[in-house]
T-cell receptor
Framework: SQTIHQWPATLVQPVGSPLSLECTVE??????LYWYRQAAGRGLQLLFY??????ISSEVPQNLSASRPQDRQFILSSKKLLLSDSGFYLC??????????FGSGTRLTVV | ELKVEQNPLFLSMQEGKNYTIYCNYS?????LYWYRQDPGKSLESLFV?????AVKQEGRLMASLDTKARLSTLHITAAVHDLSATYFC??????????FGAGTRLTVKP
């Protein structure tokens, strides 16, 4: 069966510090991978998606970036965090026509 | 531009009552999904609706899809406190490109 792992679960970072969130999928090959952000009490904002290794599409211009160094690995990064980057970050995968499966999420607080 | 509109956005209901959440979308699609999100948690898949007229039921929740009307409903029967959560619908455009509604925050009160 397919599983998705996302870490860390929580993160408190100072403004201006770098960020790296990781997401890996097991039990499937060539999944579509997604990064979403959710502000407190709000809906989902699609940040990046990837249909293959090295293929990244950005939905919203910002100081975040994403990379897909391996088929089942998706990384969200920032060189310098802003206060506005705080939120709940969710990784998801799809590939079988049954919608998205989400990771457990990372709650990022920038202080 | 694709729009996925849920209503209501906030719903407070008493235990034992029935209610329906609506999800309207503005483009052609025959795949729609419902998710549940508990506070501070990730999204959990509830229903996968893959064709016009599809109806799925799980416990006190029942979801349906009318692709001609571009409408999906999530019906709650005899609500209980454990159903308190935020519910999202999502429309599958194609090739696993999905768009989410804003979510309906449901609170069930005793």
């Amino acid at each position: 069966s397919q599983t998705i792992h996302q870490w860390p679960a929580t993160l408190v970072q100072p403004v201006g510090s770098p960020l790296s969130l990781e997401c890996t999928v097991e039990g499937t090959s060539n999944p579509n991978l997604y990064w979403y952000r959710q502000a407190a009490g709000r809906g989902l904002q699609l940040l990046f998606y990837s249909v293959g290794i090295g293929q990244i599409s950005s939905e919203v211009p910002q100081n975040l970036s994403a990379s897909r160094p391996q088929d089942r690995q998706f990384i969200l990064s920032s060189k310098k965090l802003l206060l506005s980057d705080s939120g709940f970050y969710l990784c998801a995968w799809s590939g079988q026509g049954y919608g998205y499966t989400f990771g457990s999420g990372t709650r990022l607080t920038v202080v | 531009e694709l729009k996925v509109e849920q209503n209501p956005l906030f719903l407070s209901m008493q235990e034992g009552k029935n209610y329906t959440i609506y999800c309207n979308y503005s483009t052609t699609s025959d795949r729609l999904y419902w998710y549940r999100q508990d506070p501070g948690k990730s999204l959990e898949s509830l229903f996968v609706l893959l064709s016009n007229g599809a109806v799925k039921q799980e416990g006190r929740l029942m979801a349906s899809l009318d692709t001609k009307a571009r409408l999906s409903t999530l019906h709650i029967t005899a609500a209980v406190h454990d159903l308190s959560a935020t519910y999202f619908c999502a429309v599958d455009l194609n090739n696993n490109d999905m768009r989410f509604g804003a979510g309906t925050r449901l609170t069930v009160k005793p």
